[in-house]
Each structure stands twice: as structure tokens, then as C-alpha cells.
């Protein structure tokens, strides 16, 4: 229990009363049209400017807006700015990513870079045509040299995005370990897991080598680096068997399972979002303690992956029971639908 963060938990308990659930979210998707859909919207949180919304990009940026209120209020209420900042600092190495592809020739829109971040684009933008990374933080520096000596060597752009991956889950781990959160220790380790195991079945499914996986594997999870080396040679079925007695085991085999019966990793992607929350949620429960902020955060994070899903979904006309299919959970209340 840490009592310095007694107000910020308060805080934080008054809004997560307002946070989107299940029914609400399903009362949106079952709306008539569009218009209806952002109807629902206006006795919430993103209420305010939605009249604005015309467009799927209107609404695009005003998701924008809400999250990064999100990132500005637990910035304003937390004890441990080297713990918070973790989840910020995620943006720093998406919008690297992006650069890093702008500069290889990819034609990149400036709505796919993330704010806030520790470094705004336009320094980023400058270190990446000059060479020059002196003025980056020490952590995004090596990670950019890095990857500019993968490249020269491989000119490989997905071990470019594994390498960023492992660079940033890594020094998440550490910070963790160092501040003994092991609230924030847990769930980068299974972030860790679910990364390695996206991986293992994507480069299972490219025909890549033992050797590529070796690479591309992030050490600091609960599954070993070994037990999926020992498992790349067999079939991916025998890899998701490895995992019967693991916590993974079941969203693993429904996501391999429709992958085989669809080609996607969709449902697999989505099952991890929902793994993932299902362990934020523990910090309902924790009186005080940085937790609850990092749990209202993803949950925010989440509501919005939700939104998004939802009224892109609606603005392209895509039938209700393919929203739902693709609805993450939500913070509060069960998912039955």
C-alpha cells in the first residue's frame, strides 16, 4: 500500500465510473446509422466536440484528443513519472518505427505518429535525416544506431519493428524490476510472452529459419527463449499442445484455430488485448498504489480501440455481428455476447 497516491486513486475511482460498458458499447454498434452512433456518444466523456464529426478522420483525431487528456492527467497525478512515463515512452518507439519506414521509402500520413511522446516528431524527424541522435534520450539513441546497423546489414523492415520491440519491453522490464512494481514487472512480462508467441506464429507462417526466431525472441517472460527454439522445427499445433499447461494455452489455440480456418491472426490479436486487460483489472481492488492509474489508463486505452472499432466500422458499413466479432473487453462489466 503506498498513501501518497490517496487523492490520485480518488481521482481516479470518480472517473472509472464513467468509463464505457459492455451495453453501452452494443447500444452504440446496434444504432440505425452513423449519426445515430455518435448520438449515443454524447452523454460520455467524448461528447464535447463531437458535432464536429463529420468524417472517419474527424473522429480519428478526436479519439486522439481524449487519450492524450488520459496521458496528461496520470502524468499530473503520479508519485513515480519513471513508471508512468513507460506507457508515453511506448509512442517514442511506434513513432520511430514510422520514421524509420519514411525514410526507407514508405509514403507515411502525419496522422500515424502517437502523442504524446518523450521526443515530438519534428526532432525525431531531424536526428533521422541527419544521422545526428546526440539530442535524443540515451534510450532512443542506441536503439536508433541499432537499428540503422541492422538495416545496413539485413535491409529487413520486420526485424527492424522485433528489434524496437525487445529494445523498448525490455527497458520497461527493467524499470519495473528496479522500482519493485511487481504489478508493472507482471504485466510487461506477459507482454513480453504475447509478443514472443505473435512472433513464433508469424514467422511459422513466412517459412522463416530457427535462426530468425533466435533474433527476434525477447528474454525477461515466464515462457523460456528455449521452449520456443525446442518448438520451431515441430508444427504450429504441436506448439500451441506445448502450451496445455500454460496460462496461455486456451486463447492460443482459439487464435491458431482461426487462423487455420481463416488465414488471419485477428482473433488472436484481440484474445491478447483481453488477456492482457483481464490482468489490469486487478488493480480494481488495490486501495492505494500507483495501480489503479495504470489500470484506468489501459482502460482508457482500450475504450478507445473499442470506439474506434465501433464507428470506423460504422462509417464503412460493416454489418453489427463483424463489430461485435472484433469488440476488445472492457474494464467494467463481462463481456457476453
Same mark, same amino acid.
Given at each position: 500500500?503506498?498513501?501518497?497516491?490517496?487523492?490520485?486513486?480518488?481521482?481516479?475511482?470518480?472517473?472509472?465510473?464513467?468509463?464505457?460498458?459492455?451495453?453501452?458499447?452494443?447500444?452504440?454498434?446496434?444504432?440505425?446509422?452513423?449519426?445515430?452512433?455518435?448520438?449515443?456518444?454524447?452523454?460520455?466523456?467524448?461528447?464535447?466536440?463531437?458535432?464536429?464529426?463529420?468524417?472517419?478522420?474527424?473522429?480519428?483525431?478526436?479519439?486522439?484528443?481524449?487519450?492524450?487528456?488520459?496521458?496528461?492527467?496520470?502524468?499530473?497525478?503520479?508519485?513515480?513519472?519513471?513508471?508512468?512515463?513507460?506507457?508515453?515512452?511506448?509512442?517514442?518507439?511506434?513513432?520511430?518505427?514510422?520514421?524509420?519506414?519514411?525514410?526507407?521509402? =514508405?509514403?507515411?500520413?502525419?496522422?500515424?505518429?502517437?502523442?504524446?511522446?518523450?521526443?515530438?516528431?519534428?526532432?525525431?524527424?531531424?536526428?533521422?535525416?541527419?544521422?545526428? /541522435? =546526440?539530442?535524443?534520450?540515451?534510450?532512443? =539513441?542506441?536503439?536508433?544506431?541499432?537499428?540503422?546497423?541492422? /538495416?545496413?546489414?539485413?535491409?529487413?523492415?520486420?526485424?527492424?519493428?522485433?528489434?524496437?520491440?525487445?529494445?523498448?519491453?525490455?527497458?520497461?522490464?527493467?524499470?519495473?524490476?528496479? =522500482?519493485?512494481?511487481?504489478?508493472?514487472?507482471?504485466?510487461?512480462?506477459?507482454?513480453?510472452?504475447?509478443?514472443?508467441?505473435?512472433? /513464433?506464429?508469424?514467422?511459422?507462417?513466412?517459412?522463416?529459419?530457427?535462426?530468425?526466431?533466435?533474433?527476434?525472441?525477447?528474454?525477461?517472460?515466464?515462457?523460456?527463449?528455449?521452449?520456443?527454439?525446442?518448438?520451431?522445427?515441430?508444427?504450429?499445433?504441436?506448439?500451441?499442445?506445448?502450451?496445455?499447461?500454460?496460462?496461455?494455452?486456451?486463447?492460443?489455440?482459439?487464435?491458431?484455430?482461426?487462423?487455420?480456418?481463416?488465414?488471419?491472426?485477428?482473433?488472436?490479436?484481440?484474445?491478447?488485448?483481453?488477456?492482457?486487460?483481464?490482468?489490469?483489472?486487478?488493480?480494481?481492488?488495490?486501495?492505494?498504489?500507483?495501480?489503479?492509474?495504470?489500470?484506468?489508463?489501459?482502460?482508457?486505452?482500450?475504450?478507445?480501440?473499442?470506439?474506434?472499432?465501433?464507428?470506423?466500422?460504422?462509417?464503412?458499413?460493416?454489418?453489427?455481428?463483424?463489430?461485435?466479432?472484433?469488440?476488445?473487453?472492457?474494464?467494467?462489466?463481462?463481456?457476453?455476447?
Amino acid at each position: 500500500m503506498d498513501n501518497r497516491y490517496a487523492y490520485a486513486v480518488g481521482k481516479i475511482r470518480a472517473r472509472e465510473v464513467r468509463l464505457l460498458n459492455l451495453p453501452k458499447l452494443l447500444s452504440i454498434i446496434e444504432a440505425e446509422n452513423i449519426e445515430q452512433a455518435l448520438k449515443g456518444l454524447s452523454d460520455t466523456d467524448y461528447g464535447e466536440g463531437l458535432a464536429l464529426v463529420k468524417t472517419e478522420e474527424n473522429f480519428d483525431s478526436h479519439l486522439s484528443r481524449q487519450i492524450e487528456s488520459i496521458y496528461e492527467l496520470i502524468s499530473e497525478l503520479t508519485h513515480d513519472p519513471e513508471l508512468t512515463d513507460l506507457f508515453i515512452l511506448r509512442n517514442d518507439f511506434h513513432n520511430i518505427k514510422v520514421a524509420f519506414k519514411k525514410k526507407c521509402g =514508405a509514403t507515411v500520413e502525419e496522422e500515424y505518429y502517437l502523442a504524446p511522446s518523450i521526443v515530438n516528431r519534428e526532432e525525431l524527424a531531424e536526428a533521422m535525416e541527419t544521422g545526428n /541522435f =546526440a539530442r535524443l534520450p540515451p534510450l532512443l =539513441a542506441g536503439a536508433l544506431q541499432k537499428i540503422e546497423r541492422i /538495416f545496413s546489414a539485413e535491409k529487413n523492415i520486420q526485424l527492424i519493428d522485433t528489434t524496437l520491440d525487445e529494445k523498448y519491453l525490455s527497458h520497461c522490464l527493467q524499470v519495473s524490476r528496479r =522500482a519493485k512494481c511487481e504489478f508493472l514487472e507482471k504485466l510487461f512480462s506477459i507482454q513480453i510472452d504475447l509478443t514472443n508467441i505473435r512472433t /513464433f506464429l508469424r514467422l511459422k507462417e513466412m517459412g522463416k529459419g530457427r535462426d530468425y526466431l533466435e533474433e527476434c525472441l525477447i528474454s525477461g517472460g515466464v515462457l523460456e527463449r528455449e521452449h520456443f527454439l525446442k518448438s520451431f522445427e515441430g508444427s504450429m499445433e504441436g506448439f500451441v499442445d506445448s502450451l496445455r499447461f500454460k496460462d496461455y494455452y486456451e486463447i492460443v489455440k482459439r487464435g491458431v484455430d482461426h487462423w487455420k480456418r481463416r488465414g488471419s491472426f485477428s482473433l488472436l490479436e484481440k484474445l491478447f488485448d483481453d488477456y492482457s486487460l483481464n490482468f489490469v483489472k486487478k488493480a480494481k481492488y488495490i486501495t492505494f498504489g500507483i495501480e489503479p492509474l495504470i489500470g484506468y489508463l489501459v482502460a482508457k486505452e482500450m475504450e478507445v480501440k473499442n470506439l474506434r472499432t465501433i464507428i470506423v466500422g460504422k462509417f464503412n458499413g460493416l454489418s453489427t455481428e463483424i463489430i461485435k466479432q472484433r469488440l476488445r473487453d472492457t474494464y467494467i462489466g463481462s463481456r457476453n455476447l
